[in-house]
């Protein structure tokens, strides 16, 4: 029977070839569409080609890097188009506007798919 040792420098050479080592992921948390509800509020009209409208946020601190979903809808409420549009930066309590090109549709439907939740940190110098 034999056993096969690896040296110091092989064994981190394995290792580096493995690839870099990262830490635990972080958790990201996560809404359902009805939960967003007490945190925003969309606003929207079509003008032209457009749907423009403004994002409403609530909540307490900022969000960022949101995507709206803006979907066109023919006369039994089914989707028959999606655009996506970003709204960079909505602050706490305030609103942001929006503007996006859109297909032709008898109607539309604007939603939140995703942001991030950015604390300000300006803001909770204020506070002490």
């Known amino acids: 029977m034999k056993r096969?040792?690896?040296?110091?420098?092989?064994?981190?050479g394995l290792l580096a070839a493995a690839g870099p080592i990262s830490g635990p992921a972080r958790a990201a948390e996560l809404y359902a569409p009805?939960?967003?509800d007490r945190y925003f509020k969309l606003e929207w009209s079509r003008a032209g080609r457009n749907v423009n409208g403004y994002v409403y946020n609530a909540g307490n601190r900022r969000a960022a890097h949101m995507i709206l979903l803006v979907e066109g809808l023919d006369g039994s409420g089914q989707t028959v188009n999606k655009t996506t549009t970003w709204v960079r930066d909505v602050p706490p309590n305030n609103r942001a506007f929006f503007e996006v090109a859109v297909p032709t549709a008898v109607a539309y439907r604007v939603s939140v798919q995703s942001f991030d939740w950015v604390?300000?940190?300006?803001?909770?110098?204020?506070?002490?």
Do not use: N, S, V
């Open 34 to 36: 009805e939960t967003l």
């Open 119 to 128: 604390e300000d940190r300006l803001d909770r110098r204020k506070a002490w």
């Open 4 to 12: 096969a040792f690896l040296g110091l420098g092989a064994a981190i």
